[in-house]
């Protein structure tokens, strides 16, 4: 079962940008109190189609095709690894997959959670203003709308280079302040568990090396599931199309200060008072399996890094 409850949690603008991304009309819903969600054991298959395989297999579980002769010719070599891949995930990796699943949903160490809200919000040159959505809602506007938190985002550099082309900076995706209407942006926590994190230690310390690593790697992967999962549900709740906007995670290369999400647990109090999720002095979630994302409606929102233009190609893989 899925349990559910509802949260009452109390610059000037650059002339030169070449996109311009905020003609859109703004959602309907622009407020809603805050809420918890916890994805019961039995109820995990809600989250099995979201769970990328992928990223599983090949990133947390560091498997690769090997082939015992390798052809040749490049392309014939291409196309065996290919084969070999098919094979496996059919023969070994999902049925491995099915058989940890259902070993989560029998002994209980797989519970993701999250904590999600909308908030009306407003773009102040490259800092996104978030207000309080309950007196939002009871009908405060201007300067007797409360300010609940301000991100400051870095915005793609003027250095002439293709991949700074746009000049992008996420506050774009929102109406600006001094237009007087109000946007609107969605927060979410989520979290795989302590218990999934416990349970991975418990079987490294145990010896069962193997184990405890694909366990940990499919609690990782799981709370990248229970991301998109809640992202749906804002996007429902916010009224947009299915697969409209984007949401974007502290860390990454568009909104890189880990520190702002500090700002996040206070606009989601109940991410740290019901579901223990809570920071290190480094800005790192504790449980490790645990994500932060702002939610961002708008239709042309794309993923991009702010780099400068020399920077080498390199090292944006990690």
């Not at 800005?283 to 020399?310: E, M």
Request: aromatic content about 8%.
């Amino acid at each position: 079962m899925i349990t559910a409850s509802a949260d009452l949690p109390g610059l000037q603008r650059d002339a030169s940008r070449v996109r311009t991304v905020r003609d859109w009309t703004v959602p309907p819903n622009l407020a809603t109190p805050g809420s918890v969600i916890t994805i019961d054991p039995q109820s995990l298959d809600l989250l099995l189609p979201l769970v990328d395989r992928n990223t599983l297999f090949r990133h947390h579980w560091g498997y690769r095709p090997v082939l015992a002769a390798e052809p040749d010719a490049p392309s014939q070599r291409a196309l065996a690894r290919k084969h070999e891949w098919e094979r496996m995930l059919v023969r070994e990796l999902e049925p491995e997959l099915q058989r940890l699943w259902r070993d989560a949903k029998r002994e209980g160490w797989l519970r993701p959670s999250a904590a999600f809200g909308i908030f009306p919000v407003q773009a102040d040159g490259d800092v996104l203003v978030v207000y309080d959505p309950l007196a939002f809602i009871d009908g405060a506007r201007g300067t007797s709308l409360p300010v609940r938190a301000r991100f400051s985002f870095p915005r793609q550099p003027d250095d002439g280079s293709p991949r700074n082309k746009g000049r992008l900076c996420l506050a774009d995706y929102f109406r600006p302040i001094e237009s007087g209407e109000y946007d609107t942006a969605g927060f979410q926590v989520v979290t795989a568990g302590e218990i999934a994190s416990q349970t991975a230690t418990r079987l490294q310390q145990a010896d069962q090396y193997d184990r405890g690593f694909k366990v940990h790697g499919l609690a990782a992967t799981v709370a990248e599931a229970m991301a998109e999962f809640i992202q749906q549900r804002i996007r429902v709740a916010m009224g947009v199309p299915k697969g409209q906007g984007l949401r974007y995670s502290w860390g990454y290369l568009a909104c890189p200060n880990v520190s702002d999400q500090v700002k996040v647990l206070d606009l989601l109090p109940r991410a740290t008072t019901e579901l223990g999720i809570s920071l290190t002095s480094g800005y790192q979630f504790d449980p490790d399996q645990t994500t932060a994302a702002l939610v961002v409606h708008h239709p042309d929102a794309i993923y991009f890094a702010v780099l400068g233009g020399d920077t080498n190609t390199d090292e944006l893989a990690v």
